[in-house]
């Protein structure tokens, strides 16, 4: 039974640019949370998918936006990069509020 | 502020030997603890989930406490071993709105040396 799965694993973007970061979410779950972790810090909650819909979010600017495929899979993308969005972006997924599991993470650079 | 305090920043410990991480929170209402995990550069596995109720809840080697009235829980390692080498992330969830919206705590960085 595969986890969480996020791809990339690593990506290295230049500043200004756009990203897009992938979760497919363990078997059985349909809701997909995202997280922000800067180095030597706790994760930021981002926002999370429930049905195809954002369905609350955390403090981070509009260039943070996502969206969730009928198979419960989701898209993280990230706009005009800045140097400070370089972190371990990470999913969580679950069963509506239950069995949190996460994934391993991607790791951003924006240089 | 953060509403989730942990201490220490970090520890080192001689395998075999006994620990104990704090946390500390302010996040109201209260609808859970969980104690996660990390190993560098991956994600966090959970160790330990209490509701308002529970008071201890073991997992192996590693024993979570939780006073909700002082909003404050342990996580105690026993007989530590090199694979406990991570950082423990105290996670407090609020209110029956906050689906994945979780307050986490920076982390105690442990480090298990032989």
């Known amino acids: 039974d595969a986890g969480v799965t996020q791809s990339p694993t690593h990506l290295i973007k230049t500043r200004g640019q756009q990203v897009t970061l992938r979760c497919s979410p363990k078997?059985?779950?349909?809701?997909v949370s995202w997280y922000q972790q800067a180095l030597g810090q706790g994760p930021q909650f981002i926002f999370q998918?429930?049905?195809?819909?954002?369905?609350q979010r955390g403090n981070f600017p509009d260039r943070f936006s996502g969206h969730q495929f009928p198979n419960y899979s989701s898209e993280l993308n990230v706009n005009a990069l800045l140097l400070g969005d370089s972190a371990l972006y990470l999913c969580?997924?679950?069963?509506?509020?239950?069995?949190?599991?996460f994934g391993s993470g991607t790791r951003l650079t924006v240089v | 502020k953060n509403q989730v305090e942990q201490s220490p920043q970090s520890l080192i410990i001689l395998e075999g030997k006994n620990c104990t991480l704090q946390?500390?929170?302010?996040?109201?209402?209260?609808?859970?603890l969980r104690w996660y995990k990390q190993d560098t550069g991956r994600g966090p596995v959970s160790l330990t989930i209490?509701?308002?109720?529970?008071n201890t809840k073991s997992n192996g080697r590693y024993t979570a406490t939780l006073d909700a009235d002082t909003k404050q829980s342990s996580l105690h390692i026993t007989a530590s071993q090199l694979s406990d080498s991570a950082s423990y992330i105290c996670?407090?969830?609020?209110?029956?709105?906050?689906?994945?919206?979780?307050?986490f705590g920076a982390g105690t960085q442990v480090v298990v040396t032989p």
């Open positions: 969580a997924s679950s069963f509506t509020n239950y069995g949190y599991t």
């Open positions: 078997s059985g779950h349909d809701t």
């Open positions: 209490m509701t308002f109720s529970e």
């Open positions: 946390c500390n929170y302010t996040v109201s209402p209260f609808s859970n």
């Open positions: 998918y429930y049905e195809e819909e954002e369905r």
């Open positions: 996670v407090v969830s609020g209110g029956s709105d906050s689906w994945g919206k979780f307050q």
